[in-house]
Nanobody, 115 residues
Framework: QVQLVESGGGLVQPGGSLKLSCRAS????????MGWYRQAPGKEREWLAT???????????TYLESVLGRFTVSRDNSKNTIYLQMDNLKPEDTAVYYC?????WGQGTQVTVSS
């Protein structure tokens, strides 16, 4: 069955970096549009980035403007996994981060940015 498992969250100081992983099973990540989202305490879940399927006619990836240049989404087809590289993290990036595909969601991974 379809399953998404995020990992890589943790506590990081402002200005630091983290790389999140989302391992997919039950479908091919290379042929499916996948996305990263986050939900901060007391706020609604927000979209961060999308990585399109291999062969998509258009941009491979798109980003929320506020994370453009700091976050990078990528994919390793051999591992059926997508990643979210997050650099220059800010306290306002603190949230639970989720990946999503074809209507399914992972369990999320907590990212806390604090000194």
């Amino acid at each position: 069955q379809v399953q998404l498992v995020e990992s890589g969250g943790g506590l990081v100081q402002p200005g630091g970096s983290l790389k999140l992983s989302c391992r997919a099973s039950g479908f091919s990540a290379s042929t499916t549009r996948m996305g990263w989202y986050r939900q901060a305490p007391g706020k609604e879940r927000e979209w961060l980035a999308t990585i399109n399927r291999v062969g998509y006619i258009g941009s491979e990836s798109t980003y929320l403007e506020s994370v453009l240049g700091r976050f990078t989404v990528s994919r390793d087809n051999s591992k059926n996994t997508i990643y979210l590289q997050m650099d220059n993290l800010k306290p306002e990036d603190t949230a639970v981060y989720y990946c999503s595909a074809i209507g399914f969601w992972g369990q999320g991974t907590q990212v806390t940015v604090s000194s």
